[in-house]
């Protein structure tokens, strides 16, 4: 009979490989080499983690935005922006990158963060429930790129006369912080759920 435990995901081709503990583990598919210890996962998710956090504090203090209309230059932060755009009556708009831009990283921090203390010191919740969580942390992360994409958009289609708009420092920060949110996520290795002690 076959041991399910034994069965692992390629990180490069998503691919499905039978772990055999004799030998080298090459992805079946793209030769890849997918077999690591768990707790270089375990560290690597940790150090994407702090960096994404430590990215979201300039992401959220400098401007993400500048304008730049007959000579005078405004700056918006993201939650200058929202305040703007809901003083405007634009509400949903507002919602949707309050959203976005603010609760889902703060939420992909807190699920990635209790992923890995969980799976460190053997919390008693159920192994479905983890899976779960990481699979929602993973579904949610292109979201955050809605400001990062706005600004963006703006910045190419808004060229009239006497009015530019530029993305800030804070538009940098925060899709820096997004990547390494997302890095974070792609770097933890579901069978740390499993494991008992890393």
């Known amino acids: 009979m076959i041991d399910d435990s034994r069965f692992i995901r390629c990180h490069t081709c998503e691919a499905v490989n039978y772990d055999n503990i ?11 080499q997918i077999h690591q210890p768990l707790y270089i996962s ?5 150090a994407y983690l702090i960096t994404a956090i430590i990215l979201y504090i ?11 209309k007959f000579g005078i230059e405004k700056a918006s932060t993201i939650l200058g922006g929202i305040i703007h755009l809901w003083e405007a009556g634009s509400y949903p708009i507002a919602l949707i990158i309050l959203v976005a831009s603010v609760f ?3 939420l992909k921090f807190i699920f990635i963060l209790y992923l890995l ?3 460190k010191y053997n919390l008693h919740s159920s192994k479905v429930d983890k899976h779960k969580l990481f699979y ?4 949610i992360g292109p979201w955050s790129m809605i400001d990062v994409f706005v600004v963006i958009i703006l ?28 890095l974070s996520a792609l770097s933890f290795d579901t069978k740390l759920i499993k494991k008992e002690d890393i």
């Open 136 to 139: 929602i942390t993973e579904a």
């Open 42 to 46: 375990y560290h690597k998710t940790w």
């Open 58 to 68: 300039p992401a959220n203090l400098y401007p993400i935005l500048i304008t730049k």
């Open 155 to 182: 910045s190419v289609l808004i060229h009239f006369s006497g009015v530019q708009i530029f993305p800030g420092v804070g538009a940098t920060a925060f899709a820096l912080m997004v990547f390494f949110t997302m």
């Open 117 to 119: 203390i969980s799976t």
């Open 104 to 106: 889902v990283p703060l």
């Open 22 to 32: 004799e030998e080298e583990l090459l992805c079946r598919r793209c030769k890849c």
